[in-house]
């Protein structure tokens, strides 16, 4: 049984105190939830959030790594910083990046490989965009996405990741697709991955991502092959991201 997994996504929202208010209210509203809980916040707020989390089982993230390991990257932050403050997960290739980062299929994969080097469980973010998926190609751009990181990863490695579809269209709209919409993409996913490693249908989650609220959750997160959420807008309310973890 894969264990659900809600992650927030904080984007680049936040001071130090809005960042306390929601911290808090995490920590006050976490009895009663049966799910791994993350929040992946902007690098700068990392200590405080890693303080502000401790003696909870809420695991903190970051929101991107560097492919490299270390050295003359000016601006970039390496699997050995986020370590030093206590991240577990990197969110990899959210659409976001791949839009106004540039970030190609082989770059993600790169900082795949990386973030597993490193010992941190990496996010991978796949999705179309509105006119690869008016055009009907969802599943040949979600299929190549999700095959270029599994053609640099050793079988083993399959198991270390977690997969988030995020369609672009649905990202931060108030648009989702249908829960069979979605369920569908993840079998597929799952697909490719146990054609990778048989184990891949027991032990990699494959998280849903986008405009997912208290008042969709529910239907989503019992979908077969929908194992969590990644949440950006929901997140940045305690009560809202408790709300869809209660679910979960
Ligand atoms: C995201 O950015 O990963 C996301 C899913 O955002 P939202 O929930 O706001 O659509």
């Known amino acids: ?19 306390a208010e929601l911290l ?21 707020y990392l200590p405080q959030c890693q303080a502000a989390l401790e003696g909870t089982d809420v695991a903190l993230g970051a929101q991107d790594v560097s492919a490299h390991a270390v050295g003359a990257y000016t601006g970039q932050i390496s699997t050995r910083m986020l370590l030093d ?25 790169n900082k795949v490989q990386r973030a597993l080097a490193g010992g941190l ?4 973010c796949v999705g179309e965009s509105l006119y690869d998926k008016e055009e009907g190609r969802t ?14 990863l050793e079988e083993r490695e399959v198991c270390d990741i977690v997969v988030a579809y995020e369609p672009v269209w649905a990202i931060g709209t108030g648009k989702t697709p249908s829960p069979l919409a979605v369920e569908e993409v993840h079998a597929m996913l799952r697909e490719q991955m146990i054609r990778k490693n048989p184990d891949a249908i ?24 929908i194992d969590g959420g990644l949440i950006g807008g929901a997140a940045l309310k305690a009560s809202d991201f408790l ?5 979960a």
């Open 1 to 19: 049984m894969r264990r659900k997994l809600i992650v927030g996504n904080w984007k680049m929202n936040g001071s130090l105190a809005m960042n």
């Open 243 to 247: 709300a869809i973890a209660r679910q």
């Open 139 to 152: 599943a040949e751009v979600v299929g190549r996405q999700i095959n270029t990181v599994l053609s640099v």
């Open 202 to 225: 027991e032990c990699v989650r494959i998280l849903y991502g986008g405009s997912m609220k208290p008042g969709n959750a529910e239907e989503l997160l019992h979908m077969p092959d």
């Open 85 to 109: 403050f206590g991240c577990k997960y990197v969110i990899v290739g959210h659409s976001e990046r791949r839009e106004y980062c540039n970030e190609s299929d082989e770059l993600v994969a």
């Open 121 to 124: 469980t990496p996010i991978v």
């Open 24 to 44: 808090s209210g995490i920590r006050e509203g976490l009895a009663g939830i049966d799910c791994d809980l993350a929040i992946c916040v902007p690098f700068p």
